[in-house]
């Protein structure tokens, strides 16, 4: 009896490694994450509109269908990104996921404090790249640190009525990100 | 002989026990650092580098991407304040007070998080659209049938789920404490 119970035991404390290791590594294992999904269908480093949320075929799920969407996936591995999003006239946000969808910057109109969002997006590496003295120079350029190569960078613009929401759109067809070559090593 | 197949036995076991308890959590959306205020539930943390493993395990099965905490927060609701089940069938009033923010907005998906599909096209309403009285007070009425006034149409869906997303929202950010402030009150009405 004691021998059966020892064998359920082991069993039990197996199942939980299984369990927590089988959790931590869904992130890495996922085919269907955001990613993903978007990977199919924006290129690289660009700034491309999504599709209206409706019915059965939205880009992901629990989409706010209030909002206009642009996606910009980037990949830092050629450089810095620069990003320009012109504000709407009603709220503004863009918030940066790592590759595993982890939100790891979010900002909103007001926030940025100006007509347009506007801010560079590097790696660690890039960042203790960047000569001194540029750094206090522009002492009002926003600078974000990547925790990944690449990512993503999802913009929403809020359109307060349906009918607005083709002003939400247009405001986010003017936004931009490109990649900046790195400066040749000195 | 018997040591072999006790020890299979136990590994398919551990393998059963692990396996289902992902797959359960998963699929329940399990994840720390709830902020429950009435039915609705929020997990801020989620939209931060915060997040807990089982909400990152959700997040990359399911493919959605969390709202940031710098932009907002959002609840969830998947019962009225009685503990009722949100049917699709039934008719349920939204109404009461909403915590402090810049913009709200209201918006009805299936459990997957797919818009349900109505012939008003109508999928939710925002702070400046609803419709309210005199007092500045607004009720929402998600009904299969059309209603007089804020109806949000459930389309007859078994099961339907409700998501409050508050924007520029001090609720999340800065506070993260018990001082939620008040949610709009859900109550079953009756079902057809």
């Known amino acids: 009896m004691i021998r059966v119970a020892l064998w359920v035991l082991g069993a039990l404390l197996l199942g939980g490694i299984v369990h927590l290791s089988t959790v931590l590594a869904m992130p890495t294992a996922a085919t269907q994450d955001a990613y993903s999904r978007l990977s199919q269908r924006t290129p690289v480093n660009a700034v491309v509109p999504l599709p209206a949320a409706s019915g059965q075929d939205a880009t992901m799920p629990f989409m706010d269908p209030a909002f206009a969407v642009a ?35 979010a900002i909103n109109d007001r926030a940025a404090g ?17 000569p001194e003295e540029e750094d206090v120079t522009a002492a009002d350029r926003l600078i974000i ?3 990944t190569q690449s990512g993503l960078i999802v913009l929403r613009a809020l359109a307060p009525e349906p009918s607005l929401m083709a002003m939400a759109r247009r405001a986010l067809a003017n936004a931009q990100c490109r990649i900046e070559p790195l400066p040749a090593a000195q | 002989m018997r040591l072999f197949v006790s020890s299979c036995l136990t590994l ?34 989620t939209g931060s580098v915060d997040i807990d ?23 969830f609701a998947r019962t009225d304040d009685a503990g009722n089940a949100l049917d ?28 349900v599909a109505n012939t008003i096209d109508r999928h939710g309403f ?15 009425a998600v009904a299969p049938r059309a209603r007089p006034g804020n109806w949000l149409p459930s389309g007859g869906v078994e099961q339907f789920v409700l ?30």
């Open chain 2, 126 to 140: 925002t702070s400046a659209e609803v419709v309210r009285d005199t007092g500045g007070n607004f009720a929402i």
């Open chain 2, 88 to 115: 699709g069938r039934c008719t349920f009033l939204v109404s009461g007070a909403t915590p402090a923010a810049r913009y709200w907005t209201v918006t009805l998906y299936d459990p997957q998080g797919r818009l």
């Open chain 2, 53 to 75: 493993p089982y909400a990152r395990a959700t997040i990359a099965r399911t493919g959605a991407l969390p709202i940031g905490v710098g932009d907002g927060v959002a609840f």
């Open chain 2, 12 to 45: 398919i076991l551990a393998a059963a026990i692990g396996l289902g308890a992902t797959w359960f959590t998963l699929t329940r959306g399990v994840a720390f650092g709830a902020m429950k205020v009435g039915a609705w539930t929020a997990w801020p943390k």
């Open chain 1, 145 to 147: 640190e990547s925790p």
């Open chain 1, 71 to 105: 996606v910009c996936r980037y990949d830092l591995s050629g450089g810095t990104l620069k990003l320009h999003a012109p504000l709407s006239q009603a709220y503004t946000s863009v918030t940066f996921y790592t590759r595993n969808s982890v939100a790891y910057y």
């Open chain 1, 114 to 130: 100006r007509r347009a969002i506007e801010l560079d997006l590097m790696t660690p590496e890039q960042r203790a790249q960047v």
């Open chain 2, 163 to 192: 998501v409050w997303r508050l924007y520029d929202t001090p609720i999340g950010v800065a506070s993260l404490t018990t001082k939620e402030g008040p949610m709009p009150i859900i109550v079953r009405m009756g079902c057809s």
